[in-house]
């Protein structure tokens, strides 16, 4: 192939006349634009890593702390008492120079000694100070002038236009929960769930448990605390993600739609050019670190972490454990479109091409006529099948020659595009539009999407966009931001009158790459099996999208109730009248005010809200509904606030178990406990993250949020976004071949949920 040829630099042939040596100029070229390439990118890493380093001081300062010192000192006034002078006597190469030299020299070390003990103030007491989480039970009422003092010394401490990373260093360690506190927060968890015979079983097991081995356990994790900067994540990352060996097409990724009330166009090329200029853009953004942090009430800083690993990553599959590899940086997407696979190189000349060059390149893929290769197809069904089958075949069939080299392309890709065949859109009048449109983002054809990508990028042949995501490399909330980031794609490039991005091509861009492959009969079989596993995954699903219009959050905070508790109880409400029992629910709740934090478990069905949900459908009066309701939200609220301030409890109890498991250890109460099923598990999509999206100036902007599979066979998976003032999207799921559950019964009942607990509040 012509690229092939080309990246050869050198080549020499000897003939009678002697060495006939041959340069390739534009192989030359290219390696040399890629080393400069390669060293911005270790400058920009360099200056970063040294505002970071030094925040929240910055190396301005010190320029002007020496500054302010070597004027006094020149003024005649000393403000060392005497240190200056003694440096000046003392240090070596300062003492042999000249006496104005040795006084300047002397006076710069001295300004630089004091600018360190400035940065280290500054920094231990921002870590200090982001150790204290009161504030997060008061924001919302009246708040105490410690918390007010609190929130100035942030501000005062915080520094100025902090870098992505920039407060990394000072964010305090995750605290591990004092055992007692969480097995009594558990058993008060489950008390309303269980027969009285039942919790009285459970009751002992976790006071034997309390009172023998648990503490042995404690001691372990405790030391795990101090030594490892987050004594969750890795385990968590781990054994909840990589180990898996099912498929993690529906069980684990998740999905995202586009903003359903606006239409930017409907040629499929171009819509995606831009917006994949626009996550490049954002790539650029999230590499230098000048992406800004996300600030709770624009003061108080998450853990960026996770944003490390949002591009360039692959899952690769193994027999007993998945691993993620990251690389520092990428040249190239790969994308599929009618079942073929092409390397599309997003540089040229040092420079990201521009929206109209992509989308020459991806013309080119569209009007390409070629068949697939054999068995080239369903390859990705590899991805989407169960792990073992497609870790022997990696190693079998993958490791060498043409189909190394094609599965490079795409691992190593920055992430996978796929131009699917089919539109997909919202239609007001048609709701089972939007269940198509949800369901080919979560699972597709199960062979369409590389489901091992941290992101695969799907645009529909009609403009329409959405994503597929792997779980293990980070949680919704950072996908969620780059979705809402990619939104402003109008003020990139933006469409001309047919459709098509602005803008005139400045380079011929380099031709896409058909990715070839050599798939023999045994390999396709493989492929085959892992397709019919897929299949029947995706074709249990039920799902359903629902457009919630009737209010928002705008009518719920008149009630004077958090939106998101107020959800919840709904969603309570809801599975009580369809079964007539309550379940063990699941709700996700960020850890990131805490270093490398992710997630923790909000074990959303309280007694409260089965005290409530009982009242409704009672009949009792209004008055007690809404006091009942009240409870439940405070309730909840005071548990949301628990697991984002490190004391949840079902992160403590797996570490636990963990520990167990490697000290050989047997725990019948953490058995019980975690092998619990998570009938209702539920989860809010974040909106509006930063202040990039205006949804008062757009206001039909707003995104479809997204959804996940169901975790159990016989529950349901709900997740929420809170778009704007006046909508509501729920992605509910549940699996068919289960008799007792159905996604569309439960979005009715839950919209009858939400009306019945708006009408409380209703003046008759």
Known sequence: M??????????????????????????????????????????????????????????????????????????????????????????????????????????????????????????????????????????????????????????????????????????????????????????????????????????????????????????????????????????????????????????????????????????????????????????????????????????VPLCSAQYERQFNTTRIPGLETDTLVHLGDSNHIAVYHKGRYYKVYIRHKRRLLKPCEIEAMLQKIVDDESPPAEGEEHLAALTAGDRVPWAKARKEFFSKGRNKASLDAIEKAAFVVALDEEPHDYNPNDPSKLDEYGKAMLHGKCYDRWFDKSFTFVVCSNGRIGFNAEHSWADAPVMAQLWETIQQEEYISGYDKDGHTRGTPEVQPPNPIRLEWDLNKQCQQVIESSLQVARALANDVDLHIMMFTDFGKGFVKTCKVSPDAFIQTAIQLTYFRLENHFCLTYESSMTRLFREGRTETVRSCTAQTCAFARAVCEKKPKTECIKLMRDAAETHQQQYRDTMTGAGIDRHLFCLYVVSKYLGVDSPFLAKALMEPWKLSTSQTPHQQTDRLDLKKHPDRICGGGGFGPVTDDGYGVSYMIAGEDTIFFHISCKKSCSHTDAHKFGATLAQSLNDMRDLFSKD
Request: charged share 20%; hydrophobic share 45%.
């Open 2 to 299: 012509a690229e092939a040829h080309a990246a050869v630099a050198f080549s020499f042939t000897v003939t009678p006349d002697g060495y006939d040596v041959n340069i390739n100029h534009e192989a030359i070229w290219a390696v040399w634009e890629s080393g400069v390439l390669s060293w911005k990118k270790r400058m920009h890493k360099l200056k970063n890593n040294i505002r970071n380093g030094v925040f929240p001081a910055s190396p301005t300062s010190w320029l002007f702390v020496v500054t302010i010192i070597l004027g006094i000192r020149l003024a005649g006034a000393d403000p060392s008492f005497g240190w200056i002078e003694t440096i000046h006597k003392h240090t070596p190469g300062v003492n042999t120079a000249s006496h104005s030299v040795g006084l300047y020299l002397s006076t710069v070390l001295f300004g630089t000694v004091v600018w360190v003990l400035k940065w280290l103030v500054l920094k231990y007491n921002l870590k200090l100070l982001l150790t204290y989480h009161n504030w997060i039970y008061e924001v919302r009422g009246k708040m105490s002038l410690k918390t007010k003092l609190w929130f100035m010394l942030i501000k005062l401490y915080g520094g100025r236009k902090p870098l992505l990373m920039s407060y990394q260093a000072s964010l305090p360690k995750m605290p591990v929960p004092s055992l007692k506190q969480s097995v009594d927060r558990y058993l008060q968890s489950v008390k309303h769930l269980l027969t009285e015979e039942n919790y009285k079983e459970v009751e002992k097991l976790a006071d034997d448990f309390k009172n023998g081995v648990g503490n042995k356990l404690q001691r372990y994790l405790i030391l795990k605390s101090w030594w490892a900067t987050n004594y969750v994540t890795d385990w968590w990352e781990k054994y909840v993600y990589l180990r898996g060996r099912d498929p993690i097409m529906v069980n684990s990724n998740y999905y995202g739609v586009d903003a359903l009330l606006v239409t930017n166009t409907t040629v499929q090329v171009a819509r995606a050019a831009n917006l994949i200029y626009a996550i490049l853009q954002y790539r650029r953004e999230v590499d230098r670190e000048e992406l800004n942090p996300i600030l709770i009430n624009k003061i």
